[in-house]
């Protein structure tokens, strides 16, 4: 069984860094795309960051500009997003989000989701 667990996420102040990470099982990162998405109050869900495994390459949301880095640790089945120079647009519920076909977010939706976790950027 697939499963995904945020964590990492509460309140921080414009400007400030958040590391989120994912804790993965049921499934290895050799074999599967996993990546963020984020839903801010209001708003629909959108793509944040995500490793494709086909291609071992990382994709970013524009509105990232080099804020965010993402990384994993495939020893540990876990995935990261480092989050820097958060503003308080940035607020929202970040997911992660696995799938088995490999690709990356843009080609198709992701299958296995998380529960998420909040993060609040003040202004």
């Known amino acids: 069984e697939v499963q995904l667990v945020e964590s990492g996420g509460g309140l921080v102040q414009a400007g400030g860094s958040v590391r989120l990470s994912c804790a993965a099982s049921?499934?290895?990162?050799?074999?599967?795309?996993i990546g963020w998405y984020r839903r801010a109050p209001g708003k629909e869900r959108e793509r944040v960051s995500c490793?494709?495994?086909?291609?071992?390459?990382?994709y970013y949301a524009h509105f990232v500009e080099a804020r965010f880095t993402i990384s994993s640790d495939n020893a540990k089945n876990t995935l990261y997003l480092q989050m820097n120079d958060l503003k308080p647009e940035d607020t929202a519920i970040y997911y992660c989000?696995?799938?088995?076909?490999?690709?990356?977010?843009?080609?198709?939706?992701?299958?296995?989701w998380g529960q998420g976790t909040l993060v609040t950027v003040s202004s």
């Open positions: 490793i494709s495994s086909s291609d071992r390459h990382s």
């Open positions: 989000a696995a799938d088995p076909r490999g690709g990356s977010f843009y080609e198709y939706e992701y299958t296995y």
């Open positions: 049921g499934f290895s990162f050799d074999d599967y795309a």
